[in-house]
């Protein structure tokens, strides 16, 4: 725990004194509204952050399948036999995996191929996914 300063000691002290001469003039219903309604907003406040936190844990896992199959769609579109393995690769290392693919991966432009219509290296002799050049 860090050690405050005599001066921020003597702030916290006063305030601490000020707020129980406040209670102690207020009425009895009065200080357990201001309690009830002190509960309410801590209960709000932390019911938002946790609804916060939900969504972005949802949001990560979300964009973290969406990076995969990106990885397994452009490892088959550029011929590479072993698409399962990369997006595996991606999956168990993050951004250390997807910067080795990108790294790796063969590398032109990808075009439609006439018969299936998806993609293909330009550069390759067979598309990948029908097999006619």
């Not at 972005?56 to 698409?83: C, E, H, T, Y």
Request: hydrophobic share 50%.
């Amino acid at each position: 725990m860090p050690r405050l300063s005599g001066s921020v000691l003597g702030i916290a002290g006063v305030l601490l004194g000020l707020s129980q001469t406040v209670l102690a003039q207020m009425s009895p219903s009065r200080r357990q509204q201001d309690e009830e309604a002190a509960a309410a907003a801590a209960c709000a406040m932390c019911g938002g952050c946790g609804i916060a936190i939900i969504l972005l844990v949802v949001a990560i896992i979300a964009l973290n399948i969406a990076l995969l199959v990106w990885v397994a769609r452009d490892a088959k579109a550029r011929g590479m036999d072993s698409s399962a393995l990369w997006m595996l690769l991606v999956m168990f290392t993050g951004l250390i995996g997807l910067l080795i693919y990108i790294l790796s991966r063969p590398q032109g432009q990808l075009v439609s191929c006439p018969h299936c219509q998806n993609k293909r290296l330009q550069v390759s002799a067979k598309c990948p996914h029908c097999g006619n050049a």
